[in-house]
């Protein structure tokens, strides 16, 4: 096989993996792949990614992966990994083998498992604050120990993981210090396995599949939630964090589905109330194409309307955005609305 018939093979491999070849290039495909070493290794490296995405697939019998429901989707992307990735995590969160309340984070664990791959080599590429792509993964193995912890599940890491609730962010700085340190001594793999082990014993956990177990508060980085919101939480700090690997690897990461988006949004608006406080200028806050809340005091009328996008709107609470760049929609009273905004973006520590 020539070089130029190698390059339209290795182009066809993200259709072979999600089983949306024409039926002309199935078998050209697969008398390659059982020839070329390493365009085997990257079919084999793409189907894990779909496998990651869809559960597991059965072969037809010419070989090739049965082709998923959304096929045509997929086809109309096929040659650009990155936007076959984009494509495929749009349209397939994790299945929901856990009560609903823990989706959103196995749906953002299994988004996270699939770009992975991608860092294959470039665990040095700066992501965000001073963090390498490797020590993103380490920050994400001590964020996540906090409710492990408080279901019984043991840290991965030695040393002492945040239990107390005074200084709670003055000990999480220190601990999360200390796991990426001890990590950067580890190779990436290894801290990959040691985060993807925790992210899966979480999930494994009663109150990840009982709603009456989850539904008792506890107190965890400065906040009290029901676990089942913590569960939230953890979805949103690893899609954050995915969408910053992503554009550190200059992929772009799709948002969550839309109704795990939305318990997101919720969250984050009951969050940002709190932290407003019952005597803020009242804001009537909006999402685009969503729901609507009065923030702030119900005793003075509203003075101002606040609209963003709900991907904005995470970004801003995620501290990704500062208060002055994110895109909004405005009118009436401009302090108020900087109020809402500023709170917004201070309530991150991610």
């Not at 076959?84 to 083998?97: F, G, M």
């Not at 500062?322 to 991610?350: F, H, M, Q, Y």
Request: with cysteine.
């Amino acid at each position: 096989m020539t070089d130029d018939d190698h390059e339209r093979v290795r182009d066809l491999l993200a259709a072979w993996a999600f089983g949306t070849l024409p039926p002309e290039e199935r078998q050209p495909v697969a008398d390659h792949l059982a020839e070329c070493a390493s365009c085997a290794a990257e079919a084999a490296r793409l189907r894990e990614t779909v496998r990651l995405l869809d559960g597991p697939a059965g072969n037809g019998a010419d070989g090739q992966p049965d082709a998923a429901p959304t096929a045509d989707l997929y086809a109309e992307s096929a040659q650009d990994l990155s936007g076959v990735l984009s494509a495929a995590l749009r349209a397939r969160p994790a299945l929901p083998r856990v009560a609903e309340h823990a989706v959103p984070y196995a749906a953002a664990v299994a988004g996270l498992k699939a770009l992975l791959p991608e860092a294959e080599g470039r665990w040095s590429t700066p992501v965000v604050h001073d963090w390498d792509l490797h020590a993103t993964i380490a920050h994400l193995l001590a964020a996540d120990e906090p409710l492990a912890g408080r279901l019984g599940i043991a840290p991965r890491v030695p040393g002492t993981p945040v239990e107390g609730e005074a200084d709670w962010a003055g000990a999480w700085n220190r601990r999360t210090a200390e796991v990426i340190a001890h990590e950067h001594g580890r190779t990436p793999a290894e801290t990959v396995a040691d985060w993807s082990a925790q992210a899966a014993a979480l999930l494994a956990a009663p109150e990840a599949h009982d709603p009456e177990l989850a539904a008792r508060a506890t107190t965890l980085m400065g906040i009290r939630l029901p676990v089942a919101e913590h569960f939230l939480v953890r979805a949103f700090e690893t899609w954050i964090h995915t969408d910053d690997i992503g554009r550190a690897l200059g992929l772009a990461v799709p948002p969550p589905p839309a109704d795990h988006l939305g318990q997101l949004v919720r969250l984050a608006v009951r969050i940002l109330g709190l932290a407003l406080g019952p005597t803020a200028p009242p804001v009537l806050f909006a999402v685009t194409g969503g729901e609507q809340w009065v923030l702030g005091s119900e005793d003075e009328p509203v003075g101002a309307e606040l609209t963003l996008d709900p991907v904005d709107f995470c970004l801003l609470v995620g501290g990704r955005y500062a208060p002055e760049e994110v895109p909004r929609g405005t009118t009436g009273d401009d302090a108020a609305v900087r109020n809402v905004l500023e709170r917004a973006a201070s309530l991150s520590w991610l």
